[in-house]
């Protein structure tokens, strides 16, 4: 299916576990991202990719980890999850173009409970 | 500092009524500008952008905004909610010379619609 699809929508775990949050975009946008949303904060930028193999931190990167080996991926992995991560986490991919932004296509969510 | 400010947390008004939602921003470059609309439980839908030309954009769903560069401001109108228009608006700012590529978003208002 074309779009940008997170997997999985829902996730318990418990904390010091290692949990991925799965980001597939069929657009071949160059640019990937990482948010968090929480009351009262909106969203913020955890990590974002301009291309292949180029990731840099974004507001929030404490406690993540991510990669992006092929365009179409955007894995997001929390190494050792704490309560303070529980919160939805939306991907959203964008082609930045060399005037500026295009608007940036979101999934659906993965909400992330840490118990 | 990039930001944008969307003073009101919560809006209530009743079904028939017209609607604006405000939203002010801080960017030093051109800035390219969004409204973005959240359902409840799902992802962010675009409602519209503006990047140049015609200050009064028109979106999707009966949706416009106007740009007004001298209040750094991008107001978000509608004439007539519906009981549909329910959900957290959120207004973000992009461009080039942005930083990270990203687009940075208000902290959103949440829209009631009384019948």
């Known amino acids: 299916d074309a779009g940008i699809t997170q997997s999985p929508r829902y996730k318990i775990t418990e904390t010091g576990r290692q949990v991925t949050l799965m980001c597939h975009q069929t657009?071949?946008?160059?640019?990937m991202f990482w948010y968090r949303q929480d009351l009262g904060h909106g969203l913020r930028l955890i990590y974002y990719?301009?291309?292949?193999?180029?990731?840099d931190k974004g507001e929030v990167p404490d406690g993540y980890v991510v990669s992006r080996s092929k365009t179409e991926n955007f894995p997001l992995t929390l190494e050792s999850a704490t309560r303070s991560q529980t919160s939805v986490y939306f991907c959203?991919?964008?082609?930045?173009?060399?005037?500026?932004?295009?608007?940036?296509?979101f999934g659906q969510g993965t909400r992330l409970t840490v118990v | 500092a990039q930001s944008v400010t969307q003073p009101d947390i919560h809006i209530t008004v009743s079904e028939g009524a017209s609607l604006e939602l405000r939203c002010n921003y801080s960017?030093?470059?051109?800035?390219?500008l969004f409204w973005y609309v959240q359902s409840p439980g799902q992802g962010l839908q675009l409602l519209l952008k503006?990047?140049?030309?015609?200050?009064l954009v028109q979106g999707i769903k009966g949706f416009e905004a106007e740009f007004k560069r001298s209040q750094s401001s991008f107001n978000l109108r509608k004439p007539s909610v519906h009981w549909s228009d329910a959900a957290e608006y959120f207004c973000?700012?992009?461009?080039?010379?942005?930083?990270?590529?990203?687009?940075?978003f208000g902290k959103g208002t949440k829209l009631s619609v009384k019948p």
């Open positions: 959203a991919s964008s082609e930045h173009t060399g005037t500026g932004n295009t608007e940036a296509f």
């Open positions: 657009w071949s946008h160059s640019y």
């Open positions: 990719s301009a291309a292949a193999d180029i990731t």
């Open positions: 960017y030093g470059a051109t800035p390219y």
């Open positions: 503006y990047f140049s030309g015609d200050t």
């Open positions: 973000a700012v992009g461009g080039y010379g942005g930083s990270q590529g990203n687009l940075i």
